[in-house]
């Protein structure tokens, strides 16, 4: 049995011996001969003790006055010395009462000593306790540096120590700061502080020796994340008791290992810089910076400079020494240990001390429980820590482990340089050479190197709670740890440790902040390309932004982020000009080596406002891009001309005596320009307005505009007869996403040319008819609406809320639409909810029959999703009337053609001209029984005749007295429909009109047909369905049906008529 080392130097730098004891159990420990530590209880009480051993004070643990930079003053009364080194005479010890004293002390079994003055030092303690005194023996500790291994392999992304021009290690890339194999997420946790932010920065104190400075204390060497010179770090010598803590380490780290320089590879794995292209990032390095105590080895020096780390500051003190403690060592083992007294007076710092590396060679790790003790590890408020093998879960073959250690961290880090300690045939260089020149250092081992590496990890929790203290710091350690394997049972998990840490402490915001909700959206302009760095948020919030689309584009939202903390997503998006097209997400792909997410959407121009949300605290980089989209061509092309335009209309439903779909003027174009020299032409016709339009919503006939993505030209022109362009009537520069539908006046039952041009995006125009929306406080909603026709067939595109315009009407109870994903809702004229959509099959029924006649309501129809688009068919469903009448007028279908002696037409008046009944099939030019017209058609049907301007016939009918009190009652609903047409590419045409009139045969209303003109038939004979329906004005008692046949040209008034319905329908109030 020999120590550890031989010699010690006290303060003055004479040697003083190092005994061994030995107990019962095998175990080693060291302490110096000679040499006493006492803590009196007063000035008499160290008198006392000083007389009765013939002892001398030597050197005390008064706190060094601490250094400027710290900005920390302390009282002569806080500095004052709580422990005193006492040179003690050996030769007053009672060797005699020396079993006895063990006996009481509870020190039973053998112990043995290297040297009679060591057995006598150790009696004098014993004396000392059992009469009262609180001594110990000043018990010698080394270091736990394993001895060096091999490099490791070099990764390029981060910046830290040169490997060659501009090229750098990468600490993020060092596998025991990685995810897998000893699955400590240091690199993570760094992640978490960057995206976090932390409070403040931390003091890590190193106890240590050997330290890489010159004799100024600054640092040496080109690799050194000391900082640079001319500054210093903050440090303190206890061997020299000066400021300055260079010099080599002379602890030791067992046989054949000096460690010279011990202290420099601890600081450099706590406290690290990171990324400065210098040395090598610690666990710490974000957020910490170190103070160098250099010691001796000797309990007294350790002691002080616990104490006076706690009193300059220090959030964490990190010890990677130690010492095996028998069973004398034992006997002041826990009393009043430096790290009790901290606690005791409300001190906060974490204590971290190392596991220790075996016994033997090669070093076997052994169980520092009971009745192995490894000191200052398993000491009370010390948090012991233990080695992994590399890139595992699993113990190291040297670690000690056991009920003592709290945890087990990676070992082998690399290091910042400093000489090496051994010659190039790895022999031990004497002391005197250890200054030599600096050498790279692959990795600093042992559990030497795992304590500063959790000693990191604490000081970054600290940085984000200062208030945690050290048993709550081991709290949290112990509980998030990833299981490991036996022994090593809990390992080390940076990341949960420093997220726990953070409970309750909130992000430091970024510079966008508060952006919280959609009313504090950030406003990032409208720039080709937007880059904004360093953002932060957690899972608790949402960012929101705005920007400004040039115009319809397919935008790239980037969102760099740490995908290791948790996923940063697109959140919400949508356009703020909701009368537009709202975003479709394209694509939604990783970025390149999974540094974030790159989402894609098609999006209008004009205003957009998106939401960005985390699962966890993460930063990220928000950049935004455009690029021109693609849309297809849509149903209408080609229309790229005057000759190739699209006539547009709708067919509806009529169903009655005859069923069939009447041509119906109204309707809405969801179209796109595809390309940047699209041009599309379309052709409509002025729709006609029904007196309930007229009378409640003052409407009118109008073409609208509104949806486009992008900036639009629309161009109206009146079309002339031979389809040619005729006079201008509007020329409109439509901006993005407007937030008003751009509307140009029409006439009822007019042709009219439509030009659309401009920039690549989707767009609706819509035919039909529009009123004051001062007489509708619903339209305030600002949303885009149209003036329906209950009854109107309404095909649409939904990708943003509209709002459908109509007067009540009777004849229909329900709205009902058969696909999914469409909200409905009913509004009074006054904004107040009427009725909601409910299932319904696959879609929504919304009920009407809460509607009163007449009234104004509007109709909210949008997508359930932000950025659906879908394809939608509205159907009226019909109510029962409670009496309808049949088809009033006779001879609706000139199928009598005689017997009348006062019309050449039977039932019918001929006003004007020669109108004459006409056979199908009579003329090559004329109608055939298989052209276009009624299903159900006879023989024949009515024609224009001979005369070729203008001809003329009527019907009066006189309505049944018993439906007279409904009509004044507003009960009663009419509905005219008549197949029209004519011949070949002709112009001639008819004119249906229904009069209504009172007992004097005053008009009272009138409603015409739509004319069919030959561009509706496609230049072909034939005939189409045409309708009208509404209710019959007040006081109404005779109806007037007049066909009216224009002719043109040619010898022969081909305009043609068949299949008349007037039908009048009661409906229950």
């Known amino acids: 049995m020999i120590p550890s080392q031989s010699t010690l130097p006290d303060v003055n730098g004479d040697e003083q011996v190092v005994c061994a004891s030995r107990d019962r159990d095998g175990i080693v420990s060291d302490f110096v001969e000679g040499v006493v530590l006492f803590k009196p209880k007063d000035d008499a009480d160290l008198q006392a003790f000083l007389d009765r051993y013939d002892g001398e004070v030597i050197d005390d643990d008064t706190i060094p006055v601490p250094p400027e930079e710290l900005g920390i003053t302390l009282t002569d009364e806080e500095r004052a010395p709580t422990e005193y080194v006492v040179r003690v005479n050996v030769d007053t010890a009672d060797l005699a009462n020396l079993e006895a004293n063990a006996s009481i002390l509870g020190l039973p079994g053998r112990l043995e000593f290297t040297s009679q003055a060591g057995m006598a030092t150790f009696a004098c303690v014993l004396d000392a306790k059992v009469s009262g005194f609180d001594a110990g023996t000043n018990d010698v500790y080394q270091a736990t540096q394993a001895l060096p291994v091999g490099a490791y392999g070099v990764y390029f992304n981060s910046q830290e120590s040169p490997t060659g021009p501009m090229t750098y290690t990468d600490a993020f890339a060092e596998p025991r700061f990685g995810s897998t194999g000893s699955q400590s997420k240091v690199a993570l946790a760094w992640q978490f502080i960057f995206a976090h932010g932390f409070q403040r920065r931390t003091r890590v104190a190193i106890i240590d020796g050997g330290y890489w400075l010159d004799s100024a204390g600054r640092a040496m060497g080109p690799n050194s994340d000391f900082i640079p010179p001319p500054n210093r770090p903050t440090q303190y010598d206890f061997i020299d008791e000066n400021a300055v803590a260079d010099g080599p380490n002379i602890m030791g780290c067992g046989a054949g290992n000096p460690c010279y320089w011990h202290g420099t590879g601890a600081a450099s794995v706590a406290t690290g810089e990171l990324d400065n292209r210098s040395a090598y990032a610690g666990t710490g390095g974000l957020v910490a910076d170190p103070l160098l105590f250099k010691v001796s080895g000797a309990k007294d020096q350790r002691n002080q400079a616990v104490r006076t780390a706690v009193a300059w500051g220090a959030d964490v003190v990190s010890m990677s020494f130690g010492g095996d403690c028998n069973l004398a060592c034992r006997i002041a083992d826990r009393d009043d240990t430096p790290f009790t007294d901290a ?181 990032l302009g409208s720039a080709a390309m937007i880059n904004h760095p360093n953002l932060s948020i957690d899972s608790a919030e949402l960012d929101y932004f705005r920007i400004q689309a040039p115009n319809g584009a397919a935008m790239t939202i980037n969102l760099q982020h740490m995908k290791g903390l948790g996923d940063v997503n697109v ?103 595809h390309t940047a020299t699209d041009i599309d032409y379309y052709i409509v016709r002025g729709a006609t307005v029904n007196i309930a339009e007229i009378v409640f919503l003052i409407a009118s006939p109008t073409l609208q505009v509104y949806g486009n993505d992008s900036p639009m030209n629309v161009q109206v022109f009146r079309l002339n007869a031979d389809g040619t362009q005729g006079a201008s009537v509007a020329n409109l520069n439509v901006p993005s996403c407007p937030t008003e539908a751009l509307t140009v006046p029409l006439e009822s039952n007019l042709d009219y040319l439509v030009r659309v041009s401009g920039t690549p995006g989707q767009y609706k125009l819509r035919n039909g008819v529009t009123g004051d929306p001062r007489r509708m406080p619903i339209l305030v909603r600002d949303r885009i609406h149209v003036i329906l026709n209950p009854g109107e067939p309404i095909e649409n595109v939904i990708r943003f809320p509209e709002l459908l315009v109509f007067a009540a009407d009777r004849a229909y109870s329900a709205l009902r639409i058969g696909v999914p994903g469409v909200q409905l809702r009913l509004y009074d004229i006054d904004n107040n909810v009427v009725a909601e959509g409910v299932a319904n099959g696959p879609g929504k029924l919304l009920d009407l029959s809460n509607t009163n006649t007449g009234d104004v309501y509007a109709i909210e129809i949008m997508p359930e999703e932000t950025g659906d688009e879908i394809a939608i068919e509205l159907e009226w469903e019909a109510a029962d009337p409670v009496d309808e009448t049949n088809n009033l007028l006779a001879n609706p279908g000139a199928e009598t053609t005689f017997g009348d002696p006062d019309s050449d037409i039977p039932s019918w008046t001929i006003t004007e001209g020669e109108p004459t009944i006409f056979f199908y099939n009579d003329e090559p030019q004329g109608p055939s029984l298989t052209d276009e017209g009624p299903d159900n058609r006879g023989m024949h049907l009515f024609s224009g005749g001979p005369a070729t301007s203008f001809s003329q016939i009527q019907q009066s009918v006189a309505i049944d007295p018993s439906l007279l009190a409904a009509i004044d009652a507003g009960l009663v609903k009419f509905r005219f429909s008549a197949f029209l047409g004519g011949s070949l590419d002709d112009s001639d045409h008819t004119v249906a009109t229904v009069t209504f009139q009172n007992g004097m045969e005053e008009a009272l209303g009138e409603v015409i047909l739509p004319t069919v003109t030959p561009a509706d038939r496609d230049n072909e004979s034939g005939l189409l369905p045409v309708e009208a329906s509404d209710y019959v004005p007040e006081g109404t008692t005779n109806i007037l049906v007049t066909l009216t046949f224009v002719g043109g040209e040619g010898d022969y008034n081909d305009a043609f008529a068949d299949n008349l319905e007037l039908v009048l329908s009661e409906y229950a109030p």
Request: charged residues 15%; negative net charge.
């Open 343 to 523: 606690v005791n007076r409300g001190s906060k710092t974490v204590f971290v001390a190392a596991a220790g590396n075996g016994r033997n060679t090669p070093a076997v790790g052994y169980d520092v429980g009971a009745p192995n003790f490894f000191h200052p590890c398993i000491e009370d408020h010390v948090l012991c820590v233990g080695a992994l093998s590399d890139n595992t879960t699993t113990k190291i073959g040297y670690s000690n482990f056991g009920g003592g250690v709290d945890i087990f961290a990676p070992t082998n880090i690399p290091s910042m340089g400093y000489p090496s300690s051994t010659d190039a045939m790895g022999n031990p260089l004497p002391i005197s050479q250890a200054a030599g020149p600096e050498q790279p250092q692959p990795s600093f081992g042992g559990t030497s190197a795992s304590t500063p590496f959790v000693a990191g990890i604490a000081a970054m929790m600290k940085s984000l709670k200062p208030e945690l203290s050290g048993a709550e710091i081991t709290q949290i350690m112990i509980e998030t740890a990833n299981p490991g394997t036996a022994p090593a049972n809990l390992c080390i998990d940076a990341l949960a440790c420093v997220r726990r840490a953070a409970t309750g402490v909130p992000n430091i915001s970024d510079r966008f902040e508060p952006n919280n909700t959609d009313d504090q959206a950030r406003d």
């Open 571 to 673: 959140f919400s998006i949508r356009s703020l000009g909701e009368q537009c097209t709202q975003p479709i997400l394209l694509t939604a792909t990783d970025l390149p080596n999974s540094t974030g997410k790159s989402f894609t959407y098609r999006v209008p121009g004009g205003p957009l406002e998106f939401a960005v949300a985390a699962t966890a605290v993460n930063a990220y980089n928000l950049g935004i891009t455009y690029a021109p989209t693609v849309f297809t061509a849509d149903f209408y092309e080609a229309n790229n001309t005057v000759a190739t335009a699209r006539r547009v209309n709708t067919f509806r439903f009529v169903s009655g005596i005859f069923s069939y779909f009447a041509l119906d003027p109204r309707v809405t174009v969801d179209a796109t320009l």
